[in-house]
C-alpha cells in the first residue's frame, strides 16, 4: 500500500507576512491522524522561517530547486548540504518551470536528483509533456525520456531504479500547470500506470512501491477524483496551495 503525498509549491510567490499566515492557517488545521504525508515548497528565502515555525507538526517543508554542484563559487546557487542543514527534507527537481525557463536540461535534472539523495534529501522528480507534445502522440516518448535521464546516470537501469525509487515521481503535463485545465482523471491515470509499467519492466517490486504525484491545476473540487485513481499516490499542487483552507482540503480528501 503506497502513502498519499500531498505537496504544495508555492513557487515565487509570498512575503514574510503572507508565509507565516499560511503556515500558521496550515498548521492550526493538520491532523496527524492523517494517512497521507504534507509537504510545502517555499521560496528559498523562506525556507529556514517555514522549518522553524513547522517544528513539532507533521508538515514537512522541502526546496524548490537545489544545485547540481558540491559548493564553491556558483553565484545565487543553494548547494543539497545547505538546504539539509536547514532541516529541509525533500527538494524538488526538474520542475517543468526549471526547463522551460532556466534551460534545465534532463542531463542536469538527473545531476540535481543525484545530489539530493547523496545529501539525504527526497528528490520529487517532475516530468510531463507539453501540449504539443501531446496532440502529436509522443507523451510517454518525453516521459520516458526525463525518467531515463535519472536511470542512465547509475552504473545500470537496475541500480538506478533502485535510486529512483527513494525519491518520488511528480507527473506534471504542461498545459495543465496554471492553465485551470486539469488532465482528466483517466488522462492522469493513463499516464501514472504507464510509467509504472515502464518501471515494473526493470523491477517489479520498486515500480510498485513509488509514489507517483499529479499536478497540474489540482484544486479541492478536482482532487477526489483524481486521488481516487488507482495509481496517483498523491498531489503537486501551485496555486491552490497558496490558499491554507484550500490546501488543507486537499489534505483532507487525500486522508
Ligand atoms: O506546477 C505545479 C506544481 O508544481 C502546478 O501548478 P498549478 O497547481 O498552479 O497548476
Known amino acids: ?63 524548490q530547486n537545489l544545485s547540481e554542484q558540491e559548493q564553491g563559487a556558483f553565484t545565487g546557487e543553494v548547494s543539497g548540504d545547505m538546504l539539509s542543514d536547514l532541516g529541509a527534507t525533500y527538494v524538488l527537481v526538474g520542475h517543468s518551470e526549471r526547463r522551460s525557463l ?32 501531446r496532440e502529436n502522440g509522443s507523451t510517454m516518448k518525453v516521459v520516458k525520456s526525463q525518467i531515463d535521464a535519472v536511470l542512465d546516470f547509475y552504473q545500470d537501469k537496475e541500480q538506478g531504479l533502485e535510486h529512483l525509487g527513494q ?32 518501471l515494473a519492466e526493470i523491477n517489479q517490486d520498486v515500480a510498485d512501491k513509488v509514489q507517483i504525484l499529479y499536478g497540474g491545476s489540482m484544486k479541492s473540487a478536482n482532487a477526489e477524483q483524481l486521488l481516487a485513481q488507482k495509481d496517483i499516490d498523491g498531489g503537486l499542487i501551485g496555486g491552490a496551495s497558496l490558499k491554507a483552507d484550500e490546501f488543507i482540503a486537499i489534505c483532507k480528501i487525500a486522508g
Open 1 to 63: 500500500m503506497r502513502k498519499t503525498l500531498i505537496a504544495g509549491n508555492w513557487k515565487m510567490h509570498g512575503s514574510l507576512e503572507s508565509v507565516e499566515a499560511l503556515v500558521n492557517g496550515i498548521k492550526s488545521q493538520l491532523d496527524d491522524n492523517w494517512q497521507s504525508d504534507v509537504l510545502v515548497c517555499p521560496p528559498y528565502i523562506y525556507l529556514d522561517r517555514t522549518i522553524q515555525m513547522a517544528q513539532g507538526s507533521k508538515l514537512a517543508v522541502g526546496g
Open 102 to 133: 532556466y534551460g534545465e536540461s534532463s542531463q542536469l535534472v538527473a545531476d540535481k536528483y543525484a545530489k539530493a539523495l547523496e545529501k539525504g534529501l527526497k528528490p520529487v522528480l517532475c516530468v510531463g509533456e507539453t501540449l504539443e507534445e
Open 167 to 198: 525519491g518520488v515521481i511528480a507527473y506534471e503535463p504542461v498545459w495543465a500547470i496554471g492553465t485551470g485545465v486539469t488532465a482528466t482523471p483517466e488522462q492522469a491515470q493513463e499516464v501514472h500506470a504507464a510509467i509504472r509499467d515502464y
